[in-house]
């Protein structure tokens, strides 16, 4: 059944505001912290690593603040997607995975099993999530960037570690990740746009 109804403006304008600090915030500080931090390498290294250094404290408050902005990010996509069924989907994936990357600021490289469930949950669960906001979004762009950009951020995460092993290429793991970070924050910077551009009087389909 479709149902129309109001996108609430006020929620929906703050969501696009935090949406667009924390693809840009967290970012740099990640960026500062490795040019801080004298023992990384990118050639070697996981970004995980700066999160037992001495630039821990810039590292680990980029990944708690940008997981806890993209929350509010989060419930605004809610809101304004709608309930179709791969949309719920794709936002729940979406949210879990941003509780997941600020846990990795709190359980750091020293909680071994605990760093390494939480890191994958948000490597892996926040493309996921844009793929399943792709299928499930017909309209205003979102769901074809949602899709496009989802599936490069996996293959950025999945198939560039392997090309660097088979190649013996002298990469860390640290790329691969700062590459869908970087994917994933040119996705939710676009759909922040849609938000703050949002009018007052304008209607959505909630599909259920």
């Known amino acids: 059944m479709n149902q129309q109804s109001k996108r609430p403006p006020t929620l929906i304008h703050i969501a696009g505001i935090s949406g667009v600090i924390s693809s840009t915030m967290p970012l740099m500080m990640i960026l500062a912290s490795t040019v801080l931090e004298k023992s990384f390498s990118w050639q070697k290294n996981a970004l995980s690593d700066i999160g037992v250094s001495q630039q821990a404290w ?42 997941s990357l600020s846990l990795v600021g709190v359980f750091t490289e020293n909680y071994s099993i605990i760093h390494g469930l939480v890191a994958l949950g948000y490597l892996l669960l926040a493309p996921l999530g844009l793929v399943f ?76």
Not at 154 to 172: D, M
Not at 187 to 196: D, E, G, N, P, Q
């Open 58 to 99: 810039l590292f680990n408050s980029a990944l708690v603040v940008g997981g806890l902005l993209n929350l509010l990010f989060a419930f605004g996509l809610r809101n304004y997607l709608g309930k179709a069924r791969w949309l719920k989907i794709g936002v729940s994936l979406f949210t879990v995975s941003n509780i």
């Open 133 to 208: 906001i792709g299928l499930g979004e017909k309209g205003q762009g979102i769901g074809k960037a949602s899709l496009v950009l989802g599936i490069l951020a996996l293959l950025s995460l999945i198939i560039l570690p392997v090309i660097v092993f088979a190649l013996n290429l002298k990469v860390g793991f640290a790329v691969p990740e700062f590459l869908e970070a970087l994917l994933l924050s040119i996705w939710a910077i676009f759909v922040s746009t849609k938000f703050l551009r949002c009018h007052p009087n304008t209607h959505f389909l909630n599909t259920s």
